[in-house]
């Protein structure tokens, strides 16, 4: 009992010393500053959680009917802009655009009609970070140009940098939705962010992200 009495009466001697108050002091304000940095941060940004990395994928087929009789690449290749990439009959079909391939047969022989995918390309080079943000949670505050980070679940803790570059003008959300509630579903909208694809070519297709848009 005396002891814990003993205890009691040096803590309240040990709080009446000056540099105690003062350390008392600096944690309280500390605690406060970094509460109001947080609201600012939060006040002029907006979080879109369901996000992914999407880039554009062209099928590439033959004008005419055939089989495939030679294949100039393999998936995973990286290839430019109009370079060959089968020969379906006689007709060599090729590329448009560059990119990443995505998908090819691995064995000949096979019969191809018009129309018909034989290679798949992924053009990465107009990859975008694609954003599905509720009519409700900031989308009036959003405006091609604004600045935006972003991260991806891949890469944890690190951070990427873009720019708002399309806003959709209709909501994803197109469909009649019939409901005995008298509350109005929520509508989504996608956000689309540009970014440097040659400074981060960690970045694949498909990959889940989170965007923040800073509005100020």
Known sequence: MENNIEKNIKKIHLLKKPWMHSLIS????????????????EKNSILIENSDLEAPIIN???????VLNALYVKEGDRVPANSQVALVGSQIISTETGGIVASAPLVLGAYFVPGQ???????DQEMEVVGKIDETK?????????????TVDAFPGKTYKGSVDKISATSDNTSIVFSISDKRPTKTFSVKVRFNLADYPE???GMSAKITIHIK
């Open 60 to 66: 590439i087929s033959p004008t005419l009917p055939g």
């Open 117 to 123: 995918t034989v290679v798949s390309i992924v053009n």
């Open 26 to 41: 600096f944690v309280a304000i500390f605690g406060l500053l970094t509460v109001f940095l947080f609201w600012q941060v």
């Open 138 to 150: 900031g989308l009036s505050d959003v405006l091609v140009g604004q600045q935006a980070t972003f």
């Open 203 to 205: 970045l694949k297709n």
